[in-house]
């Protein structure tokens, strides 16, 4: 007689979830409605900062000419999968912000059935619906979710990837990550990260046999190198026509280069980690995760609540070292939008470790969920990137009023001002004006770049905050970490417009100011007396 086979355990039978095709359309239409309604007041704001500098003249060259190496820009190698899917997008709809919002709202979209879909693999539907909804309200993940950027669509076909990799599905896992890296190319560190975990099980197994795969899974390392192939393809394509692979020369200086230094990669890191435990709300979901590990499994039907499997959160171990060590060593700007990829395993485990300990876990799930969304309103005590909530918006409609401004005033006057401002006003199909100013330009405001303008002829100077500035900053005098910063990444205290309409020999015309930004345009009196006489 045959034996039977043994019962499953919890944590193998939670791998097991049935999906339907029909289930998954209904998730993403429910997703997409959801979040066209919560960025409909968004969808015909001008495009932002990076947007302007890169991603929207890349997808426009390839919408216009069809080449996928950028010739108004110059190409930083990001894979052109985004800018592919803008063009098409415009291609049915016609170039518009509101098709542009519109497309990249679809992608998002996309990624929120991945993140239930990788939950509801590893846990169970109650924390799949609490780690969708967390993610989807986090101001970064929000705000993003509309931005013309690779980041977050590399993030969700990730997030699709790794949900086809702890069901075993080798061939989908390498289509999804394949896809993942074509959309941008720091995506292939989910499957190495995946694929370094296996070769340690392949070794380690027999003595820490719960720390790697479970039962019946086998190390296939092709699947998890298979998507390696398109990446190198692409790269081939952009030596061969740029002779850079990288990127041109300042991009590789800005991102890598100059970023690899000793004391800058530990002070990295010390962001990355604040950006996935404490940034924008984010503090309160860790220590309640924590507070909940002092606290036993809740019971359930006699038995205990059961935890994710220790070889998934191994698993989701790697993924998260992998991308805090890489992107502390690389790129210019610690942005946190770079962390999409691992901020839904650090809300999916702390959630799960809500349900599994905690009576009233969806209290506390809902009390950050309200912290989310008042992260997207309200400015932290620090500085930190316009882009990652809704300050972003404040510096889109100054910078459109002032520029309006401009067309009405000074039309066809020269206009001194700093990158992407200069961007802003140079290309009409950006959003910002209806013909292009000649534009003179410099870097930032600083005392040292204004007195460069020495002897440059301009008409009227455009001028504006590039770093948000709290009103009582964390950590002001703090000499030391205040060096660091103007050190490593980039810091710098703009001279406030009086001044620096005071340095031009000018006078404020226009100025507007919101919660830490402002913007001015100073009519310089010098230049147009000297052209009357």
Known sequence: MAARPAPRTDSEAQLSPSFSWTQQLLLY?????????????????????????????????????GTLIPHTTLSNAHPPLVMAWLAMAWRV????????????LALAAFSLPGIWRLSRVVANPAVAWATTALTALYPVFFTQSSFAQVDLAAAGLTYWGLSAYFEDCRWRQAAWFSLAFLAKETAILAPLALLVWEALAHVARPRWQELFPGAGRRTRPFHLLLPVVPLACWYAYHYAKTG??????????????????????????????WQLFGYLGLYLLTLAGLLAMLCPAQMEKGVSRPRIAVWIQVGFLSVFLSYVGFMSA?????????????????????????????RTWKLVVGAVAIAFVAGLFTNPPYGFSLEDNLAY????????????????????????????????????????????FPVVRIEEFTAAEIASTAGRQFDVAFVFSTKYQPPHPFLENWA??????????????????????QRLGGRIVFQKASDGQWAAVIAVEREQEARMN
Request: hydrophobic fraction near 50%.
């Open 393 to 436: 918006r404040d510096y889109v409609l100054m910078h459109a009023e002032a520029s309006r401004f401009l067309e009405m005033r000074y039309p066809g006057a020269r206009v001194l001002t700093a990158w992407p401002a200069s961007d802003e006003l140079a290309r009409p199909w950006l959003g910002y004006v209806s013909r292009p």
């Open 244 to 273: 850079f692979l990288l990127g041109n020369p300042a991009y590789y200086r800005y991102n890598v280069a100059a970023t690899l230094s000793p004391l800058r990669i530990p002070l990295a890191l010390g962001l990355r980690v």
């Open 330 to 358: 690389v790129g210019g700007a610690v942005l946190a939008r770079y962390m999409l990829p691992v901020l839904p395993l650090v809300i999916l485990v702390l959630t799960a470790t809500l349900w599994r300990r905690v």
């Open 93 to 104: 709809a016609g170039y518009s912000t509101l098709a542009t919002r519109t497309a990249m």
């Open 29 to 65: 239409s429910l997703f997409f409605a959801g979040l066209m309604l919560l960025h409909a007041p968004l969808l015909r704001l001008p495009y932002f900062w990076d947007e302007a500098g890169y991603y929207i003249p890349a997808a426009r060259d390839l919408y216009l000419t």
């Open 480 to 501: 030391w970490w205040q060096h660091m910063k103007e050190r490593f990444f980039g810091y710098h205290r703009d001279l406030p417009p009086e001044e620096i309409a």
